[in-house]
């Protein structure tokens, strides 16, 4: 099982970037998959979520963020849109159960991680 997050980059404010996580070795729809961030000296907190269909944002990126899946390609995709300094972290994908659907915020849920791609917003 892998994970292989990529897409991260340098964008200015109220830029955007698509970030990747291509999975190996299982099929992404048989799975939840989730976006976490975390910056330096904060906690990974949840960014997005898809499971079965059923698409879970974080408050402080709704209606900037977008999550979607290719099954033919295996690959979850996170679109950022407008976005913010604030932004700026180390994004990782994981690989939680096809069970957990209002829990996906929670990082011990998640038996799989990709390897983090950092994104900074500045000017």
């Known amino acids: 099982v892998q994970l292989q997050a990529s897409g991260g980059g340098l964008v200015q404010p109220g830029g955007s970037l698509r970030l990747s996580c291509a999975a190996s070795g299982f099929a992404l729809d048989d799975y939840g998959i989730g976006w976490f961030r975390q910056a330096p000296g904060k906690e990974r907190e949840g960014v997005s979520y898809i499971n079965i269909g059923r698409k879970f944002y974080a408050s402080s990126v709704k209606d900037r963020f977008t999550i979607s899946r290719d099954n033919a390609k295996n690959t979850v995709y996170l679109q950022m849109n407008s976005l913010k300094p604030e932004d700026t972290a180390v994004y990782y994908c994981?690989?939680?159960?096809?069970?957990?659907?209002?829990?996906?915020?929670?990082?011990?849920?998640?038996?799989?991680w990709g390897q983090g791609t950092l994104v900074t917003v500045s000017s």
């Open positions: 994981g690989r939680s159960s096809r069970l957990i659907f209002s829990e996906w915020r929670a990082p011990h849920n998640y038996a799989y």
